[in-house]
């Protein structure tokens, strides 16, 4: 496919990648850093919104929640967008939006004003996936793509592991508001950055005369015809699995700590970091390097992506230790298992719509995948205070999470399949 071809030439001549898109790849991972510093700042600040507002478990469930709902809603329109438009203008607009949705939440006089700025958040921040998936497609050659993945995926580990202990403990020096227009003077900072650097390949501007070379990765396929593939949907439901663990983790592991283990908020603050620190780890060097390294060393590329995807799923399951967990040291080790399975997974899944999207529709695919992600990061959360709320306890909500990560390794291994590439649909003339 020539378009292919003049894609991967310019992402390994001197005069692309080598220069720049190792650069791309530590922008695009300090952008996720920024927004989940945004994200992870609802999760310390719990017993504050309850001493602010008097609202209840449930209350705070949907609160975390309500990010995800517009963040969710958004995720096909962004899609399309970054397939019409490209990364830069998308990624321009969107990081303004999530900086201001921030100022929103440290001024809001009550909990309608604080969803409101959610709300806000979620639709500033909902192209950030996808634009990196699709960044990375622009960028790197396939070999590279889990390591620079890794960068971006990384930085949302990386960022609970520092933020929540940070965070937390700004909070309670400075309190809740302030700690929430310091997170939005870091995002704006971060817009001027993206916008001063970040810009789409030169192949991506290619003039008429090269047209003919570029016809067929400019085609896109309907979101029709993804969403009636198998692969796309098993990857989204496997990918959803994922997800949900995730925004359990990083809406309650401080809560579920300090309530199960008795132990005060500021040191649940910093044993919060000590999973997030491990999952770090395990997206950089085993689902990003490891994952390229065996690859070009010779291994098949579809048994090394399909082997790390679908164990490192399964290691999910470590979440069920947590649920039976009496002491500090037996909680931390099992939801370390648990998020660093997982962690090491998530960058062969984020550089899936790369690697199975037809013509250029890899937005579309990162959307689809990243729809399912926040369904899963809507009802995690409520479902949570709703069963803690309810039984008093984290087992049940636990329990609920490994029934969802068996599905997705289900979907993983029946639907996904091999990871190739999509058939793409006939295109009329």
Known sequence: MPAENAERQFAESPRGGDRRRWTIAVLLGLGVLVNYFDR??????????????????FTFGLLSSAYNWTYAACQLPSGVLLDRF???RVGCVST?????????AAITPGIGGFFAARFMLGVGEAPSFPASAKAVGYWFPPRERSLATSFFDGSAKFASAIGVP???????????????AATGVVSLLYFLLFWGIYYDPPWKHAKKADADRVQHSERRAS??????????????????????????????????????LHIDLAHSFLYTGIPWLFATAADLFIGGWMVDALIRRGWSANAVRRTVLISG???????????????????????????GGLSAAAPVGWSAPSLIAPGDSVGSVGAIMNTSNQISGIVAPAVTGYLVG????????????????????????????EIRPIAEPEYSA
């Open 390 to 417: 309810v039984r008093h306890s984290f087992r049940a909500a636990f329990f609920v999470a490994a029934a969802y990560l068996l599905v997705g390794i289900a979907s993983y291994i029946f639907l996904l399949g």
């Open 313 to 339: 799923t399964a290691l999910g399951l470590g979440i069920l230790g947590a649920a039976g967990a009496h002491t500090i040291t037996q909680a931390v080790f099992w939801i370390s298992v648990s998020i």
């Open 40 to 57: 992870v700042n609802l999760s310390v600040s719990h017993d504050a919104l309850f001493a602010a507002f008097g609202i209840s478990d």
């Open 96 to 104: 303004f939006l999530w900086s201001v949705a921030s100022f929103g």
């Open 86 to 88: 490209g990364v830069r």
């Open 166 to 180: 940070l965070i937390g403990l700004l909070l309670l020096r400075i309190g809740w508001r302030l700690s929430f």
């Open 223 to 260: 979101l029709g015809y993804l969403l009636r593939r198998r692969k796309v949907i098993g990857l989204a439901v496997g990918f959803g699995s994922y997800n949900y663990v995730f925004y359990l983790l990083l809406t309650w592991l401080p809560v579920y700590l300090s309530k199960t």
